[in-house]
């Protein structure tokens, strides 16, 4: 019986591999092949349908198509598969069958012997029994899966599989290819040098020296080629000057050394020794290797020549006697942002300002009997804040004086770069926040307090960050007024919720609570002055906190805060 059921296995595959594909159906019986009908939908039909093939009325003979009716004359059978391993046989339903001889497999329309492998994958081989129109897989056994980049290729479930590996060694200089082993081969590219772990292209020196890399040398080891090194540490080839101009690399004791050349270097250049600029300037090594010389009765002004008396500006001439690389001022006048102005004119921009030209010919001087104070002026003897403060130029025409013998005014400019006595910082950051700073903006003077990074003009290190500055503690004086002012800059996010800068009192007892804060409507990118009272907190000693707190770490890339010219003020009678 076994074989039996072996036997039909076989007849189907072999049966079904000479007709049209599966999914086309078959032309199974003669009335089929009679009915002038495409019953299978292949596009063919009767006699022109290759599954019609077996019927004996559907052979040509002399050119006529033989009618012998609707039965089967194998005597007539046309089932050829065209395969010498495989035996041919009609059924009497019309259908053919091919069966493989003995120790052959029929797999894809060819014959194998048992044992052959499959040309494709050596992991599937002809074993006629178990498995005679297919490949039968190997589960064992050494193989190739044809990849490189695989190793100890094994059978397994009839499939060919290796343990990935990779070569990449991540050098952008090397061409990497596996064996196919286990092991790599990272070849140097013909125009790269792979030195001590380093890619370099051809032609490239080795920093601070004349070394090159040279492929056609060596690929693995810097090329010695003689040359100096200038201070910049380019390679200066033999006989070659220097980038400056004033130095050429020649051979000393059997050495590459660089030799200087007699001659200025100027604004990036060598100029030889005696070379003249137009008629007013000369390189005079022994006077100066770095700068022209100026001729007498001569002025070098930003790079022109003039000749003394000459008129470059509405108030200003070349006077060699005063200076020659500058225009002189003529006298009683001030030459400042482009025009010219008589002592005693006043800025038009700042009320504060001046011409002086006894103090100051090319820039603006303090007018006198005025204040400035955190960017305002003020006349002498002016009083604000319910007559607490004054403008005094007898004792101070940068800060505030007290308007009554028993007022208290502190006033903080920061200027001497020191954090007050008995003021404290706190930041959440050390990257980001509060510091004293003169190179950024001021409010007056240079020096003011900052919250951000000064190096990248930002409070945004990606976090959400915070800071305080807390005042010295002081007593809140009774009188007509008490209040603190003080100037401040914004570069943040205007929204209500984040970027908040807040004032808050925090007495020494009892209770405080914020006095002002930034709101929507408070300007960015210009100074402004913030006016206070105090009067809540009169007899007890208080101290200020300004608090800076971003709250989200988005939209910080502003460029921050800055606080300065603060003035704490009480006890007016």
Known sequence: MRHVLLALLLVLPACFESRAPLEQGFETSAAECRDNIDNDGDGRTDCADEDCRAWSFCYQVDGAVRDLGPRFDSGDCNCDDGLACTDDSCLSNGSCFFQPRPGFCVIDGTCYRDRDENPKDSCGVCDSLRSPNGW?????????????????????????????????DGLACTDDACRGDGTCDNKVRADKCLINGA???????????????????????????????????????????????????????????????????IDGKCVAANATLGSCAVCDPSKSTSEWTVLPQSCLIAGACFGAGAAGIPCGSCDPSTNQRQWSIGAGQCYVDGSCFNSGDGNPNDACQVCDATLAQLAWS??????????????????????????????????WTAGTSNADVRFFGFEDGKVPADWSVMNSHMDVGWQLTNSGRAGGGSWSFYYGDPSKKSFDNGLANSGTITTEAFVVKAGISAGIRFWVYFDTQTSPFEDLLDVEVAPILGTGG????????????????????????????????????????????????????????????
Do not use: H, M
Not at 384 to 392: E, F, I, K, N, S
């Open 514 to 573: 914020r006095i002002w804060r930034r709101s929507v409507s408070t300007p960015q990118q210009q100074w402004q002055q913030i006016a206070l009272s105090l009067s809540n907190w009169t007899g007890r000693q208080v101290r200020i906190v300004f608090r800076f707190d971003t709250v989200t770490l988005q939209n910080n890339s502003g460029e921050g805060v800055y606080l300065d010219d603060v003035t704490v003020f009480s006890g007016c009678q």
């Open 136 to 168: 039968y897989p190997r589960t064992n056994g050494a193989c190739d899966d044809g990849d490189p980049c695989t190793r100890n290729d094994r059978c397994q479930a009839g499939r060919c599989r290796g343990t990935p590996y990779s070569c990449n």
């Open 366 to 399: 303090t007018a006198p009997n005025r204040c400035e104070i955190g960017r305002s002026c003020y006349a002498d003897k002016q009083a604000v804040a319910g007559g607490c403060l004054v403008c005094d130029v007898s004792k101070s025409t940068t800060q």
């Open 199 to 265: 890619c370099a292209d051809a032609g490239a020196n080795r920093p601070g020296s004349c070394d090159v890399c040279d492929p056609n040398t060596s690929s693995t080891l810097w090329t010695l080629r003689p040359g100096c090194v200038d201070s910049g540490g380019a390679c200066v080839e033999l006989g070659k000057s220097a980038a400056d101009g004033c130095t050429r690399c020649e051979l000393s004791n059997g050495q590459p050394t660089l030799v200087k050349v007699d001659g200025c270097f």
